[in-house]
């Protein structure tokens, strides 16, 4: 099926620096995306591909486990970690073994992290704290409560905090599972794969050549991060190799992995079957 008349795919991508190893490539003119970008912290992001007023976007991990009959996943691409993490952290005073029924600010832009911490705390250490959303969890960690914290705030947080006190969930996952995690998908409405595979596909192709073009040029990425949020030098460039933009075989079985801990706790209904769901657009 060919694409619709005059026909514009709407695209989401996440505000933070960490997608800029993809979505720099756009922004400076190398490849050109078939469509128009809406930029937003994933939370919301999940809430507008949900309702359709967008047609593709990058976003949590736990929300697409949670609508995988409403969403496709695209192939190749995901947010994840090897080990460590940088930007999804929980700082906290008291050890991760003393924090039950302890109440844990959260912010509210992130799925994939609170529910890894859920995972972490409920699955590794047999224990239960309770959740407020936070508007300011900067603000919550310098009155020194137990603070989740996603993104660049993540990244600011750890300037302020004694290393001791900044528990990465990347490397608490990495360590308990020895897997990969998968905090961000790109997916795509069904509603849209169905009227418009060939917009979807173009969107892909693009999205790919993207990355590709990322990996060939990451000192445009880091030039763009440092422009849009500046760090002390050599911070950028050791980020972007802690976090993995692919959706590999490794990849792959940490997202199964994340899922199948989320229904042990109860956070999922069932479990999606990954297999089915991915490569649905693969040209």
Request: aromatic residues 10%; neutral net charge.
């Amino acid at each position: 099926m060919g694409s619709r008349s005059g026909f514009v795919l709407r695209a989401g991508r996440i505000v933070y620096t960490n997608d800029l190893p993809i979505y720099t490539a756009f922004d400076e003119g190398a490849v050109r995306f078939p469509g128009s970008f809406t930029a937003d912290v994933p939370t919301r992001l999940n809430r507008m591909l949900l309702e359709h007023r967008l047609d593709l976007s990058p976003i949590s991990a736990f929300f697409f486990a949670q609508h995988a009959d409403t969403f496709a996943l695209l192939p190749d691409l995901c947010i994840g970690s090897r080990r460590a993490t940088l930007s999804v952290i929980l700082v906290s005073v008291r050890p991760l073994e003393a924090l039950d029924g302890a109440t844990i600010a959260v912010t509210a832009e992130s799925a994939s992290g609170r529910n890894l911490l859920r995972v972490l705390l409920e699955g590794q250490y047999g224990i239960r704290a309770h959740f407020a959303e936070t508007d300011d969890p900067l603000a919550s960690v310098r009155r020194g409560e137990p603070t989740l914290l996603i993104g660049d705030r993540a990244i600011d947080a750890q300037l302020e905090c004694m290393p001791q006190r900044v528990h990465d969930l990347g490397t608490l996952w990495s360590a308990w599972t020895g897997m990969d995690m998968v905090y961000a998908v790109w997916a795509v409405h069904r509603k849209t794969l169905a009227s418009d595979p060939q917009s979807v596909g173009e969107a892909l192709d693009a999205l790919r050549e993207a990355r590709a073009w990322g990996v060939a040029n990451p000192e445009r990425a880091v030039a763009a991060a440092q422009a849009k949020k500046p760090r002390t030098l050599g911070f950028y460039a050791s980020y972007y190799k802690t976090l993995n933009f692919t959706f590999d075989d490794r990849a792959r079985a940490g997202f199964a992995r994340y899922c199948a801990e989320l229904h042990a706790i109860g956070a999922l209904s069932s479990v999606p079957s990954l297999d089915s769901q991915v490569f649905l657009v693969r040209r």
